[in-house]
């Protein structure tokens, strides 16, 4: 089961508000670090905030509106470490996607309210860390989350009240190379096109003039 499951399904109604969110402890700035520079595309607005618009962009498709906050905490660095941004729907959906790396406890990864209930999960995808560790795809098991860090659903069905965990699908980054490989060689058409990748370019970009001229900008 995936989020996008879920709100494709309307096991959480009409959903009007989403929360994604991303946190990593480091209070002290790296100037030498990439993030941490005054080059473009440095910082974590850019670092994280094109996968998160295109979750956004997946899910719910392009937004009408979009209001940030992108700004810089830590002394010591030129780029931002944090950012809160408002990706508004014509429809009544807000959408916040946020980052901070000054947040020792760290929060849900996503919150999803709708008019049939709310859907709440802590943790990320496993992979990162798998491969960080040492494992690979090929091994059994790849992908597959604990039990510990599935989503917690609260909802109703057929008029019953229902609080259940629902099992993370089991990711697989291979298969976004296989795509591609696929793709390149005539067998399958490209998943991920490149015009999706360039309106979460432009989601970034749009929410920088949000944040620097302190007001909502339309998506054109």
């Known amino acids: 089961m995936t989020l ?8 959480l109604g009409d959903v009007k508000e989403a929360v994604f969110r991303w946190d990593r402890y480091i209070p ?23 996968h998160f618009f295109d979750q956004v ?6 937004p009408d509106q979009i209001r940030a906050d992108v700004r810089t905490l830590r002394a010591g660095t030129e780029a931002d470490d944090y950012f809160d941004v408002t990706l508004v729907f ?8 946020k980052s901070t790396v000054l947040a020792r406890e760290p929060g849900p990864r996503y919150v999803v309210h709708g008019t049939k209930g709310s859907f709440v999960k802590y943790g990320g995808d496993p992979q990162e860390a798998a491969l960080i560790a040492g494992r690979t795809p090929a091994e059994n098991g790849w992908g597959k989350e604990s039990r510990e860090a599935w989503g917690t659903l609260n909802t109703m ?5 229902i609080v259940g965990k629902v099992e993370t699908m089991e990711g697989a980054y291979q298969a976004y190379y296989q795509n591609i490989y696929d793709a390149i060689t005539g067998r399958a058409e490209l998943i991920v096109k490149p015009e999706e990748a360039g309106m979460a370019i432009k989601l970034i970009e749009l929410a920088l003039v949000s944040s620097r001229e302190g007001r909502t900008v339309d998506v054109e």
């Not at 962009?57 to 392009?62: A, E």
């Not at 014509?90 to 996607?97: E, M, P, S």
């Open 157 to 161: 069905v057929n008029n019953l009240h």
């Open 57 to 62: 962009l997946c899910l719910f498709g392009k």
């Open 28 to 50: 002290e700035a790296n100037p030498d670090k990439w993030r941490d520079s005054s080059e473009l595309g440095s910082g974590v607005l850019y670092d994280l905030g094109v």
């Open 90 to 97: 014509q429809r009544g959906l807000n959408v916040t996607v």
């Open 4 to 11: 996008r499951n879920l709100v494709a399904g309307g096991m």
